[in-house]
């Protein structure tokens, strides 16, 4: 997929830009993932961590939409920067405030929060090393927030906190925090208060921007997953943590390739599964892979994945998967997962943000893959693009759709919904689309777009450029 020259010049004024409308959350919030005012919703958090804020560009925003039970809407949303009241900090160029997102209770109260990574944030005297900002839930939705400490000693530009994963990685009830970059890794360990957590470092695992929760072996901690990209082993490293009841234990999967990754239950049988994202195409120093892209998927078990086993591997050519594998298309490069018909079984959303539709170069793709008994299969699978039935606008050069995705149920039929960021909509201005699932599969019908104007942003902010998880 072709790189574009960022020119960031608009400026977005300061502070709180819509005020969340009342909302309708009882005295007992409902403790789902995602429900930030827990009101019985989930809820979705979209960067644009490109947006200029005052004069500061590149400082980053995110727009966090409240679900009802007519999904999400631009009227019921709120944008967040570090220049909002209750924010910590303060916006400041290249902060990238919204870089990386997760969710999940960090304290307890039965509200989700939100992690914002600022992989470039300046903390003291360590320039552009990154900071972590935990954002508090509650009966008015996301309205404070605490910044996280960061590592001694970080490397300049390092990237710290530009991946974030939530989850109980030592089983004792209460979620954690894992936030990577170039040269640390970390554990925030729950619980968490609105002053912060304690902490304790990771091994050593080298650069990974990436991070992954889910529990593979059926035990009720979650593991940590990490992908890199290594010199010998280009198609991406994988390795992940595992709680023994006294410490974190480091397994590595070396048959396995990839950079983006979700852990869901494919094949229904209790154990979280892998998938894998490897959009890169082949070439030389690279022989793994498949022309345009390929997932592969990792069946979980009582011991986790076998390392050993035969993985399930998709492409665009594989029977049963719409279009063909072509060069730069990015299969792969990001990926969700949930149930879209609500069989049962986790479904799994895979961007092509490289596709080119008809003329139109990069214009971007989602392909939706189903679970089953048996797995993971190309049988059924639907692709969608900007031009597909139902779904509102054209698709155009550049636009990037599907760079990320989201499968959640925002309207509370029990049936995950597709958010897809389109974060090369109208000139780097980015949105984002949602799509609807149903009882036979993702549909076009009904879909709606929210652009990055709709929601009051006014600068080539790459709107839709991550969306919590």
């Not at 919703?41 to 560009?57: I, S």
């Not at 036979?440 to 709709?454: F, H, M």
Request: proline share 4%; net charge negative.
């Amino acid at each position: 997929m072709r790189k574009r020259t960022l020119l960031l010049a608009t400026a977005l004024t300061t502070g709180l830009l819509s005020a969340l409308p009342a909302t309708t959350a009882s005295a007992t919030p409902s403790g789902l993932a995602g429900d930030f005012n827990g009101d019985g919703y989930r809820d979705v958090a979209v960067a644009a961590p490109l947006l200029t804020v005052g004069k500061a560009r590149s400082a980053g925003a995110v727009v966090v939409f409240y679900g009802s039970a007519t999904g999400v809407s631009a009227a019921k949303r709120v944008v967040i920067t570090q220049n909002t009241a209750g924010v910590p900090g303060t916006a400041a160029t290249d902060d990238r405030f919204g870089d990386s997102l997760a969710t999940g209770d960090l304290d307890g109260d039965g509200y989700a929060d939100l992690a914002v990574g600022a992989r470039f944030e300046s903390v003291g005297s360590q320039r552009h090393v990154g900071q972590v900002t935990v954002l508090w839930g509650g009966r008015s939705g996301l309205t404070s927030g605490t910044t996280l400490p960061v590592p001694a000693g970080l490397r300049e530009w390092g990237g710290y906190g530009a991946g974030l994963a939530v989850g109980d990685f030592n089983g004792d009830g209460r979620n954690d925090l894992t936030a990577t970059g170039q040269t640390d890794s970390r554990v925030y360990q729950g619980p968490f208060t609105r002053k912060g957590a304690a902490t304790t470092f990771s091994p050593n695992i080298g650069t990974t921007y990436d991070a992954v929760a889910g529990d593979l072996n059926g035990d009720g901690a979650a593991e940590r997953l990490h992908t890199f990209e290594v010199s010998g082993d280009e198609g991406g490293e994988v390795l992940y943590f595992t709680w023994n009841g006294a410490h974190y234990v480091r397994k590595e999967l070396p048959g396995a390739d990839g950079i983006a990754a979700a852990i869901a239950d494919v094949n229904g049988d209790g154990y979280g599964d892998i998938v894998l994202g490897d959009a890169q195409d082949p070439r030389s120093g690279k022989p793994s892979g498949h022309k345009g892209g390929q997932i592969s998927v990792w069946y979980g078990s009582a011991t986790g994945p076998d390392p050993d086993q035969t993985p399930t591997v998709i492409d665009q050519d594989t029977a049963g998967v719409p279009d063909t594998g072509e060069a730069g298309d990015a299969f792969g490069a990001s990926l969700s997962a949930g149930d879209v018909n609500g069989d049962g079984y986790a479904d799994v959303a895979v961007g092509a943000p490289g596709e080119n539709v008809g003329t139109k170069a990069d214009a971007g793709a989602v392909t939706v893959l189903y679970g089953s008994a048996t797995g993971l299969a190309g049988k059924g699978a639907k692709t969608f693009t900007q031009n597909t039935a139902g779904v509102p606008g054209t698709a155009e050069t550049a636009d990037g759709f599907g760079g990320s995705v989201r499968l959640i149920d925002l309207d509370k039929n029990r049936r995950a919904d597709l958010v897809v960021g389109v974060h090369g909509e109208d000139a780097q201005f980015g949105a984002v689309t949602v799509l609807k699932g149903a009882t036979t599969g993702l549909t076009g019908s009904g879909a709606r777009t929210i652009t990055a104007a709709n929601v009051g942003l006014k600068s080539e902010g790459f709107f839709g450029a991550a969306i919590g998880q």
